[in-house]
């Protein structure tokens, strides 16, 4: 009786045993797929500038790049005007599927506190990839500028109240407000002179018919080596290991000073994470490539990485710097 239990048993056992395991592959069969097969179609890449320039070449190498690692189609869609603000928003109103990416510069958070009435929130509207390249700007002046440092300006200044200049590319730009954070942390009074573009602003800082200007490496470092320009300072918080010799404005006494561009990548809001995290790792991993650093170092662009958070973080706080200057500036770009 006690051997037939005990084979009743075993059989019972072995049944459930045997279902279970039926129930567990069944289970793992199912399971759905996080990327829900992603990338099943081609990928776009938003630049919100037009053809040319730095920011349509950084997009179509990285587009190859991506092209290849992720076994789709990358193509670059250039949908300039408004400042950045239509291809923004084309992102920002698109499926949030990670098939329509955003290539972000620095005027994303500078347009978040400067133009009213955006038709989209600058840090809701998006799921934020990974931040991927930052690059300081140089404060120049023409060979004639007597001044050969930050500190000099600042005495210059405050000697004669009003009488500096210091162009730009155009009102709200970089160039702009690094030189309305100068003046405020320096408590000097300087002019504020906007050109159309980066070029005419910088040639008539070689002319001196303004004092200085704020330019990237790549726009001045040909007039640097040939002495049409002097570099004066670095607007990154410690020295720029590209030209170790120029210091910071943070030296000459203004510890707090940082500014410098920035370029990133996102999606639409509530773009599913497993996707966000695909692309965070196939971005990070074309900027890593020896040619992508060596084309960026050529143009003066150190690349970094983040995670979603790291980047949204980041975001954020330029936000906040950049609302409290432009509000003590009173600067308006629409």
């Known amino acids: 009786m006690r051997s037939t239990n005990m084979k ?19 289970s793992h069969a199912a399971a759905p797929d996080p990327l829900n097969g992603f990338p099943g179609k081609p990928i776009r890449i938003v630049v919100p500038f037009g053809p040319g320039g730095f920011n349509d070449a950084l997009a179509r190498a990285i587009a190859a790049k991506l092209s290849n690692s992720l076994s789709q189609p990358v193509i670059v869609d250039n949908r300039p005007g408004g400042g950045t ?49 930052t690059s300081p700007f ?37 160039a702009h407000l690094m030189g309305e954070m100068l003046k405020s942390m320096a408590k000097i009074d300087i002019l504020h002179v906007p050109y159309k573009g980066a070029g005419p602003a ?9 004092d200085f200007t704020f330019a990237t490496y ?6 640097i080596k040939a002495g049409r320009l002097k570099a004066l300072a670095v607007t990154s918080k ?36 497993p996707i966000v995290d695909k692309l965070n790792e196939a971005i990070r991993q074309a900027f890593a490539s020896p040619d992508i650093q060596a084309y960026l170092t050529s143009e003066g662009v150190d690349t970094v990485g983040s995670t979603p958070e790291e980047f949204r973080a980041y975001l954020a706080n330029e936000i906040r710097t950049w609302r409290q200057l432009i509000s003590q500036a009173g600067i308006r770009l629409n």
């Open 8 to 26: 009743h048993g075993l059989v019972i056992g072995l049944s459930v045993l045997f279902s279970l395991g039926l129930v567990a592959r069944a």
């Open 138 to 174: 140089l404060l120049v002046s023409g060979p004639a500028f007597p001044a050969n440092s930050v500190s000099d300006i600042v005495r210059m200044a405050r000697e004669k109240p009003g009488t500096l200049s210091y162009s730009s590319s155009g009102t709200g730009g970089n």
């Open 218 to 223: 790549a726009g001045a470092s040909g007039s």
């Open 85 to 133: 603000v239509i291809g923004t928003n084309f992102v920002a109103k698109a499926p949030p599927d990670g098939y329509t990416l955003l290539q972000l510069p620095g005027a994303h958070a500078i347009n978040a506190v400067a133009m009213d009435k955006l038709p989209y929130d600058s840090l809701n509207s998006f799921s934020f990839i990974s931040m991927v390249a």
């Open 238 to 273: 410690k020295r720029w290991a590209k030209l170790p010799q120029v210091p910071t404005i943070a030296e000459a006494g203004f510890p707090d000073y940082e500014a410098e561009g920035w370029w990133g990548y996102a999606a639409p809001a509530n773009t599913p994470r």
């Open 202 to 210: 910088m040639n008539d800082a070689i002319g001196g018919q303004v």
